[in-house]
């Protein structure tokens, strides 16, 4: 069964910078190096927001307009993991944040694609 588990999440000041984890389980190494994953966040009563994706070779990526120039994605393979480095954060940037898993093809934003989802990490982002 796999597992993704997001962490890093918490308060901090505008302008200021976090690094988010998602960490994946019930899976070896070379299925996760398969596999796309994205990263996506949801605000209180707003909807499900796309922020990042990556395909398995990490030659494609793609970021939402809002966070472009700010925010970058990376992958460990060895480890199972992805990252999101959150820098020159802004109030409007807090919202529950996701990671998410693609086993057949690079989904990008489109959410209802993906196959499994991480329980989510708070990030509060205070003006």
């Known amino acids: 069964q796999v597992q993704l588990v997001e962490s890093g999440g918490g308060l901090v000041q505008a302008g200021g910078s976090l690094r988010l984890s998602c960490t994946a389980s019930g899976l070896s190494r070379s299925t996760f190096s398969m596999y796309s994953m994205g990263w996506f966040r949801q605000a209180p009563g707003k909807e499900r927001e796309f922020v990042a994706a990556m395909n398995w070779s990490g030659r494609k990526i793609n970021y939402a307009d809002s966070v472009k120039g700010r925010f970058t994605v990376s992958r460990d393979n060895v480890k199972t993991t992805v990252y999101l480095q959150m820098n020159s954060l802004k109030p409007e940037d807090t919202a529950v944040y996701y990671c998410?898993?693609?086993?057949?093809?690079?989904?990008?934003?489109?959410?209802?694609?993906?196959?499994?989802w991480g329980q989510g990490t708070q990030v509060t982002v205070s003006g």
């Open positions: 998410a898993a693609d086993r057949t093809d690079y989904s990008g934003s489109a959410w209802k694609d993906y196959d499994y």
